[in-house]
């Protein structure tokens, strides 16, 4: 948990987490519902606005730190993870959330959304995963399936689409879930329990994008086509139970994930939402305390070798 929640001054609303820039997604848009869920989960959590960062890549879910009123960054095709990463280095006080699409992540971005799974450290990252790139008119991403024609495709993709929960899992998030963002009421606490999570969390969020991916349509996640919901709730299963107890027991580890992975395939008629799989293992930020004691009173950003006038080590390199 974050010292910033223990430190808040007063009691925040709503309306502290809203800017007053116009929100110009498409109307009917799944990204309404994660903006929406994230604002709700920061108030629940009553973080400061001025001790959290947003970090976004490029796409249309790239947008998001305009609409919440907290430090940002609006940041390359592909990046938010090395920059979030880069600003938890420098001020692990702040609560770091980086959001992005399933292109940006999955696509350009793929080899960090790897490296930040092993790294483990102590933040957050929310993918808007709607199959395609909508910013750039609706080509596939790599999330979306074989065989899939969306409207402004010419053919259906001859590529298999991946699996980020089980790429996830294989890369060591230490926190892994998956959402719906047309469903708040269950979006909310996963991204509340995301943050609240000591280590890097992931959520994967299934996102509507009406106006490029004409397949996986609210109707479709409703499955008004198949006569019951397409979506599983996991967390109403009975014998469902993701968290690790023991992290020294590398037994208990494989087998939560066995499990987390097998859920997380996708059927034709049944996909899974919830938690996947957690575990408490050390983080980046609490090992480098280890090694450099000055960091565990002090984030980097206030040591003195920032202070330092750095102005001769730029006129070398001119
Ligand atoms: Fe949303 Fe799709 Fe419009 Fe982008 S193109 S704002 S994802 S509906």
């Known amino acids: ?7 808040a001054p007063r009691k925040f609303t709503l309306q502290d987490y809203k800017t007053d820039v116009h929100v110009d997604w498409c109307p009917g848009c799944g990204d309404f519902g994660i903006l929406s869920s994230i604002q709700q989960a920061l108030l629940q959590l009553q973080i400061p606005p001025y001790k959290i960062a947003m970090i976004s890549g490029i796409g249309c879910s790239g947008k998001t730190p305009h609409y919440i009123d907290t430090y940002g ?4 095709h592909g990046r938010a993870l090395p920059v979030a990463t880069g600003v938890k280095l420098a001020n692990h006080e702040l609560t770091v959330v980086a959001v992005g699409g399933d292109g940006d992540g999955y696509g350009i971005g793929a080899g960090y959304f790897l490296n930040t799974g092993r790294r483990n450290l102590n933040f957050t990252y929310i993918v808007f995963n709607n199959g395609v790139y909508g910013l750039t008119k609706g080509q596939a991403s790599p999330t979306l399936r074989k065989g899939l024609k969306t409207k402004s495709m010419p053919e259906p993709s001859i ?18 879930g998956r959402g719906y963002a047309l469903d708040v009421k269950t979006l909310v606490p996963l991204i509340t329990q995301a943050i ?5 969390a992931f959520l994967d969020v299934y996102q509507t994008c009406p106006v490029y ?14 006569g019951r919901p397409r979506l ?3 967390d109403t ?6 968290v690790v107890k023991d992290p020294d027991d590398p037994d208990e580890i494989v087998g939560k994930k066995v499990r987390a992975l097998q859920a997380s395939y996708e059927t034709a008629d049944r996909l899974a939402v919830g938690l996947f799989y957690k575990v408490e293992l050390p983080t980046y930020d609490d090992q480098l305390a280890a090694k450099v004691p000055a960091l565990k009173d002090h984030p980097l950003v206030d040591l003195p070798v920032f202070q330092r006038d750095v102005t001769p080590l730029f006129k070398e390199l001119e």
Do not use: C, F, S
């Not at 960054?73 to 390359?76: A, D, F, G, N, S």
């Not at 299963?237 to 993701?242: I, L, S, V």
């Open 1 to 7: 948990m974050p010292d910033a929640v223990a430190d």
């Open 73 to 76: 960054l609006h940041t390359l």
């Open 159 to 176: 590529q298999e689409g991946i699996n980020p929960i089980a790429v996830a899992l294989g890369a060591g998030y230490t926190w892994i």
């Open 196 to 200: 609240r999570h000591k280590g890097t």
């Open 213 to 226: 991916n004409d397949i996986r349509t609210k109707e479709w996640y409703a499955g008004e086509d198949i």
């Open 232 to 234: 599983r709730r996991l």
């Open 237 to 242: 299963e009975p014998d469902w139970d993701p």
